[in-house]
């Protein structure tokens, strides 16, 4: 069996007494689109974390492309192709938007070791930041300030950065938290779009999407992996039921 | 930058004529001080334009920035001391031992953030202070004079005061010009980003630590360059020159003329001193007067004066 594009071998970190994850094992295969869904504090945000490199696990490992990078700090797994997105909109927010994402390009284009030229105006930087723009559809917006946009430009900015890093793994946590219908469908919209091109690991709320999207989803429940398989086993099984779908698999949003 | 006239950039070249203008004003008027004291003023400026990349771009808050003109002050006392007098020998020096110095203290300052890292520069700074009072072959406390100032083979003769004026102004100039393409460069970005969300540069694949190391080497290369002219300026280097306060005085400089732009701390290092010049003249109890006006300006001109003069550019 080939390996996966991402695995996780016994994944665990307490935080104090709370147990955020639990022995996790997981996989995602390269172009597959792998959603992980759980009732709040069922550790979705801490496996992100340890995966992108910001929370470090009490044990385990996390392997990506087949190599042991459990020891690695975020700037060097982004380099190698992870890119996340946050689930509380984190941006430079005295930059324009189009200076955001330009940094998210010039991230990925060797050492800025470079004192002398304008960056501002280097096309090199500036054309395919305005192309992530376009794609989530905020290229009307690139000059404003992000201070001065709204919850849902954020959010859309956010999806912009982590895909000008050209990420072979895209790490999103609730993409469409607090986005309007219209935006959430953008959103769907563009994922949908992405699948194939690369692998994502998506955190979401929204059920509808997430059954709509995902090829693969994985439960997590206190910390620890209660199902993993196609979409329609999950909707069948009857632990999942029990523990978290329930009602929301009518396609409600879980608060 | 564009060179548009609007009040803000007038304001700024109306303050870079009349600093041009100083030496002449003097040679006609025969006012050794005023020249003294402009001399003293633009050393200044440069020594908080080389505090604000860091701090103000960088977001590093270093409460140490003394220690660097202090250290660039003493390369050049203790090389003039032991005989060497060639300024091509104790220029390059200084910026090699501030650069070296600036190295250490932000290798281990910036593993840490917020209050910690002020504490730890502030530490570094007062360790740089008692060790040069602990100098005795070079004055200990009661500090060393210089009895030559810097020589270039001819080129320029430091103890012509105008020539000196002028020099520092140069170098001024230069200096602002230098950091203004730095920090719009790829490097001042990834610095202006990881003061703005550290994070976040980490998560899109920069690693943060080193930008900032660089960049807080920088700033205290210029800055011991600026304890070089003025050690040259007062013929004399003690201990004092490196006390808390002077790191004090740097910060309440950028803070004043503005942190956001490379020219604010020039402006705020003119104001600053010529309102101490002029108060200090007026009462002796000038620091009551002083002190209000500066929070005055923190508290309803955020962006200090130079932030001011752009808003009311924009109208």
């Given at each position: 069996m080939a390996e996966p594009l991402l695995r996780t071998e016994g994944l665990s970190k307490q935080f104090g007494g709370i147990v955020?994850?639990?022995?996790?094992?997981?996989?995602?295969?390269?172009?597959?689109?792998?959603?992980?869904?759980?009732?709040?504090?069922?550790?979705?945000?801490?496996?992100?974390?340890?995966?992108?490199?910001?929370?470090?696990?009490?044990t385990g490992r996390v392997f990506f492309d087949g190599q042991d990078i459990t020891a690695w700090r975020a700037d060097r797994r982004s380099a190698l192709g992870l890119a996340r997105s946050f689930q509380v909109t984190s941006l430079f927010l005295d930059f324009t938007a189009l200076d955001n994402v330009a940094l998210a390009v010039q991230a990925g284009a060797g050492h800025s070791f470079r004192f002398w030229a304008d960056a501002r105006r280097d096309p090199a930087l500036r054309e395919p930041a305005r192309a992530a723009l376009a794609g989530v559809g905020l290229g009307a917006r690139a000059d404003l300030l992000v201070s001065a946009m709204s919850h849902g430009e954020h959010r859309l900015l956010e999806l912009a950065m982590a895909l000008a890093t050209k990420p072979r793994l895209l790490l999103l946590d609730e993409p469409m938290a607090g986005l309007g219908p219209e935006e959430s469908a953008r959103v769907v919209k563009m994922l949908r779009g992405l699948k194939g091109s690369l692998a994502i690991l998506l955190i979401e709320h929204d059920m509808e999407a997430v059954f709509a999207l995902a090829d693969r989803i994985t439960v997590l429940f206190y910390g620890r992996v209660i199902a993993s398989g196609a979409p329609d086993a999950i909707r069948a099984d009857a632990e999942v039921r029990k523990a978290y779908l329930g009602s929301a698999a009518t396609g409600g949003r879980d608060g | 930058m564009s060179a548009r006239i609007t009040p803000r950039n007038a304001a700024v070249a109306g303050m870079l004529a009349i600093l041009a203008l100083v030496p002449v004003y003097c040679a006609a008027t025969g006012s050794a001080f005023a020249l003294s004291l402009f001399t003293r003023i633009v050393i200044f400026a440069i020594a908080a334009v080389a505090l604000n990349l860091a701090m103000g771009f960088g977001g590093m808050v270093s409460f140490g920035h003394a220690a660097f003109l202090g250290l660039g002050g003493y390369v050049v006392g203790i090389l003039a001391k032991e005989g060497v007098g060639s300024g091509f020998v104790q220029w390059p020096l200084a910026l090699v031992v501030s650069g070296l110095f600036a190295l250490g203290v932000g290798s281990l300052s910036l593993r840490t953030r917020g209050v910690y890292f002020i504490m730890i520069t502030l530490a570094f700074a007062q360790m740089a202070y008692y060790v040069a009072s602990g100098l005795d072959r070079y004055g200990g406390d009661d500090g060393l004079t210089i009895y030559h100032r810097s020589t270039f083979g001819g080129v320029i003769d430091l103890s012509n005061k105008t020539q000196f004026y002028y020099l520092c102004l140069a170098l001024l100039v230069a200096f602002v010009y230098l950091v203004s393409r730095l920090v719009n460069s790829r490097f001042g970005l990834v610095i202006q980003g990881a003061r703005s969300n550290e994070r976040r540069m980490r998560a899109i694949g920069f690693p943060t630590f080193r930008y900032k190391l660089v960049c807080f080497v920088i700033s205290?290369?210029?800055?011991?360059?600026?304890?070089?002219?003025?050690?040259?300026?007062?013929?004399?280097?003690?201990?004092?020159?490196?006390?808390?306060?002077?790191?004090?005085?740097?910060?309440?400089?950028?803070?004043?003329?503005g942190m956001g732009s490379v020219m604010g701390p020039a402006i705020g290092a003119v104001t600053l001193l010529l309102l101490e010049e002029w108060l200090s003249r007026v009462t002796e109890y000038w620091p009551m007067i002083l002190g209000p006006l500066i929070l005055l300006v923190v508290l309803f001109a955020r962006g200090g004066i130079d932030g001011l003069l752009t808003r009311l550019s924009r109208g």
């Open positions: 955020a994850s639990d022995d996790v094992a997981l996989a995602v295969e390269a172009g597959e689109l792998h959603a992980v869904i759980g009732p709040n504090g069922a550790g979705k945000t801490t496996l992100i974390g340890e995966l992108a490199g910001d929370i470090e696990p009490d | 205290g290369m210029l800055c011991g360059l600026a304890g070089v002219l003025l050690a040259n300026h007062t013929d004399f280097i003690s201990p004092a020159i490196m006390h808390w306060t002077r790191s004090g005085d740097l910060i309440v400089m950028a803070v004043l003329g």
